[in-house]
Nanobody
Framework: QVQLVESGGGLVQAGGSLRLSCVAS????????MAWFRQAPGKERDFVAA????????YYSDSVKGRFTISRDNAKNTVYLQMNSLKPEDTAVYYC?????????????????????WGQGTQVTVSS
């Protein structure tokens, strides 16, 4: 398994932007598909975005499509989540996750159970 550490969360006003980063340990990062999930207080952990091992394929939840962009830099063992036009309902703890499942298994219905490695999470708070 790969170890994941997220950063970049914080407090931002509605309409603002944040970029989250997730750094992975080990030399096999490029073999993993990566994803971001989020969990608001009292709610389930929901899928946000995913990217395949090369970065060519991406997939988004309807709630963030057009506002968020997932990307990766395999040379830096890092996956990013650029979040624009943030809304108060985007407030949550954001988690980075990794899987070695094939991309066609992960999408179009990414499940928490498909991802075997998780970070500790980073808090994003959007004020109105």
């Amino acid at each position: 398994q790969v170890q994941l550490v997220e950063s970049g969360g914080g407090l931002v006003q509605a309409g603002g932007s944040l970029r989250l980063s997730c750094v992975a340990s080990g030399r096999t990062f490029s073999t993993y598909a990566m994803a971001w999930f989020r969990q608001a207080p009292g709610k389930e952990r929901d899928f946000v975005a995913a990217i395949n091992w090369s970065g060519v394929n991406t997939y988004y939840s309807d709630s963030v499509k057009g506002r968020f962009t997932i990307s990766r830099d395999n040379a830096k063992n890092t996956v990013y989540l650029q979040m624009n036009s943030l809304k108060p309902e985007d407030t949550a703890v954001y988690y980075c996750a990794a899987t070695r499942l094939h991309w066609t298994t992960v999408v179009p219905t990414p499940r928490r159970a498909d991802f075997g490695s998780w970070g500790q999470g980073t808090q994003v708070t959007v004020s109105s």
